[in-house]
């Protein structure tokens, strides 16, 4: 690969490049809401696919090299969304595929992953139950709650609400737009594409990307 300049792009620059070009393509083409819902999901699947294929070419990029300048390395760590893009895309490689959103449905699903599923245990007579508040499980407990017990193992909730996928975040207690969520880590990581390049005399444009 070559910069405008034609000067040759460092590898690692280059792989960055490659997988913010992934990204920006399938999250174009999955915005299109005139697209067949098995389409638009298979294109975010791949969208948060180089999303976390490119978080890591940044982390390796910024602890390959102990003298890079801090503000790098602190863009990369404040990266907005990829815990959870890294939560949601372990789910869909891990047997639990991104949910299909018709837009003449609604639906709330909750998805455990494989071994770590959701555990209820009850006795006495208390009870546990589980509904979904859009995209947040609300878990309730009945009767005493010291022997009605709940473990969420490792799971992703979601829901779809008119064709567009939504996810909740238990970290920030918030629900997203899914798309949203990988506009706004694009966002990021092309400002911090451009100042890597920057810094190593890559000269790039937003038609390289």
């Not at 819902?37 to 940044?58: D, G, I, K, V, Y």
């Amino acid at each position: 690969m070559f910069d405008q300049s034609g000067k040759p792009v460092p590898l690692e620059v280059a792989a960055l490049i490659r997988y913010f070009e992934r990204a920006a393509f399938s999250f174009i083409n999955a915005s299109n809401p005139d697209a067949d819902p098995p389409l638009r999901a298979m294109l975010t699947a791949f969208c948060l696919h180089a999303c976390q294929s490119l978080r890591e070419a940044f982390d390796r990029l910024a602890s390959a090299e102990p003298d890079a300048d801090e503000t790098v390395k602190q863009a990369v760590a404040q990266l907005r969304f990829a815990a959870l893009i890294k939560d949601v895309r372990e789910h869909d490689i891990h047997g639990h595929p991104l949910p299909v959103c018709d837009p003449n449905w609604n639906l709330g699903i909750v998805m455990s992953r494989v071994g770590r599923p959701v555990e209820m245990t009850c006795s006495d007579g208390a009870g546990v139950q589980i509904q979904m508040d859009g995209a947040k499980p609300v878990v309730t407990k009945s009767g005493d709650p010291s022997k009605a017990k709940f473990n969420p193992g490792q799971t992703v909730s979601y829901q779809c609400v008119g064709g567009e996928l939504r996810v909740w975040d238990y970290r920030t207690q918030t629900t997203y737009k899914v798309l949203g969520v990988l506009e706004t880590f694009l966002k990021d990581a092309y400002n911090l594409l451009q100042t890597v390049a920057e810094s190593r005399g890559v000269a790039i444009s937003g038609d390289d990307t």
